[in-house]
């Protein structure tokens, strides 16, 4: 009972914040997002019946604590669904920089489910392995169907699922990674989202955005997609940024890559910024402009990578496992 997988992380275009069920992750609104490839996450799974400890390890380390608690809510849905009790020996490595905003839980949660459905040999389609990795991050559903992906909530898994959203930018769209390496912690962020005072605004408008998402998507339209992604981050951080805690994430060098994005649009390079929960960005662009892109990027002093659109999680080769 063993399976490996691979899976990509996310970049959030209509960003969810704030889980009215944290147990089993499910956000208080629709989300959109689009994986970043080649960056990815390669998980192993064991079941192993003669063993009576569970393992878990990601990038060398035992994994200990919340993070620990977030894994074994997976790993024990999946054996509930497989009527299984044997112990697990869970392996996993990060081929790009994790923490710092650039969805290493999406793509983490999304390798283990799709590693834990194929060790268990259970029937599933992506949408209901997308159930699976949302209890351990709802941004994981979406990194489980790939590429450009829409991750509806509701109150059982028959809802709360992601689905796959087929547009012409898989092929012509670029993007810059701007690394701005600042430790965040995205869970506590969700945790106060509803104490925010604008987070009642955003949920007002939330509904709304995602369906102009969807056209946009659904239509091709590059400029009105990223658009969009840049105004709900800015969105995001009012919210984030007025709960209890404050939480400020961005950095001087991230205001810095915002400013240059506006001046690249302005000479006329089609360039839009994206953030998550933390310091580093995302710029969207197009095969024909990444080059000056990510030179103008890689001037602001800052590490860059450039990603196109992955798609879903997959299984692989035994020869690729971990262990």
């Not at 079941?47 to 074994?72: A, Q, T």
């Not at 112990?87 to 905003?101: C, K, L, M, W, Y």
């Not at 392995?129 to 559903?141: D, E, F, P, Q």
């Not at 390496?181 to 945790?191: D, G, I, L, V, W």
Request: net charge negative; charged share 30%; proline share 3%.
């Amino acid at each position: 009972m063993k399976a490996t997988a691979k899976a990509h992380p996310i970049e959030g275009l209509v960003k969810y914040h704030g889980m009215r069920d944290e147990q089993l992750r499910q956000p208080y609104h629709d989300s959109v997002s689009v994986c970043t490839a080649p960056s990815h996450t390669k998980t192993t799974i064991e079941f192993e019946p003669d063993s009576n400890d569970d393992v878990f390890l990601i990038d060398g380390e035992e994994v200990e604590g919340r993070s620990r608690e977030r894994i074994e809510s997976v790993v024990d849905h999946v054996r509930d669904l497989a009527d299984i009790d044997h112990a697990v020996r869970f392996e996993s490595e990060n081929d790009f920089p994790t923490n710092i905003g650039f969805g290493s839980s999406s793509s983490g949660f999304a390798a283990a489910a799709r590693a834990l459905v194929g060790a268990t040999d259970l029937d599933m389609t992506l949408p209901d392995i997308s159930t699976v990795a949302r209890r351990g991050s709802a941004s994981a559903a979406r990194a489980v169907t790939g590429a450009f992906s829409h991750l509806r909530t509701g109150k059982n898994d028959a809802d709360c699922r992601s689905e796959r959203i087929e547009t012409e930018l898989e092929e012509g769209l670029r993007i810059v990674g701007a690394e701005v390496p600042s430790y965040k912690e995205t869970e506590e962020a969700h945790r106060e989202a509803a104490d925010s005072h604008m987070f009642e605004a955003r949920m007002a408008h939330i509904h709304g955005q995602i369906d102009e998402m969807r056209d946009a998507l659904l239509a091709g339209d590059f400029h009105r997609t990223f658009e969009l992604a840049e105004h709900d981050s800015l969105s995001l951080a009012a919210a984030t940024m007025t709960g209890p805690a404050g939480w400020v994430y961005w950095q001087p060098r991230t205001i810095e890559v915002f400013n240059t994005v506006r001046e690249l649009r302005e000479a006329d390079i089609p360039a839009y910024f994206s953030v998550d929960t933390g310091a580093s960005a995302y710029i969207n662009t197009t095969t024909d402009h990444v080059d000056r892109v990510e030179g103008a990027i890689a001037d602001c002093g800052v590490d860059t990578r450039v990603w196109e659109v992955g798609g879903p999680s997959r299984l692989l080769d035994e020869g690729d496992a971990l262990f």
